[in-house]
């Protein structure tokens, strides 16, 4: 019934910019907090940065500083914008959002992961 669909990865050098977007669609009632995990290769997922509905933020200290979350609450769309990045920023990052369904609890979402590669 909602589906996210991610887009904005890519190859860059160390050093470069990326912009990662996020947009849920379905029969959404509302979203409560929307954020961003990666997994790099060989490890577990984790946190990246985390928006609440109404703008607060919270990030991993590997990336303060250099990636900004936001949102688009009329669009129902999350953004990662990263800067500085490493190559230990190489992962596939996934975007979540708590989604409340007309007539539902609200429920946890995944996106099928979009991929960052960051060269040295």
């Known amino acids: 019934q909602v589906q996210l669909v991610e887009s904005g990865g890519g190859l860059v050098q160390a050093g470069g910019s990326l912009r990662l977007s996020c947009a849920a669609s379905?029969?959404?009632?509302?979203?409560?907090?929307m954020g961003w995990y990666r997994q790099p290769p060989g490890k577990q997922r984790e946190l990246v940065a985390t928006?609440?509905?109404?703008?607060?933020?919270n990030y991993a200290d590997s990336v303060k500083g250099r990636f900004t979350i936001s949102r688009d609450n009329a669009k129902n769309t999350v953004f990662l914008q990263m800067s500085s990045l490493k190559p230990e920023d190489t992962a596939v990052y996934y975007c979540?959002?708590?989604?409340?369904?007309?007539?539902?609890?609200?429920?946890?979402?995944w996106g099928q992961g979009t991929q960052v590669t960051v060269s040295s």
């Open positions: 928006i609440t509905s109404i703008g607060s933020t």
């Open positions: 379905g029969n959404i009632f509302g979203i409560n907090d």
């Open positions: 979540n959002a708590d989604v409340t369904v007309w007539g539902r609890n609200p429920y946890d979402y």
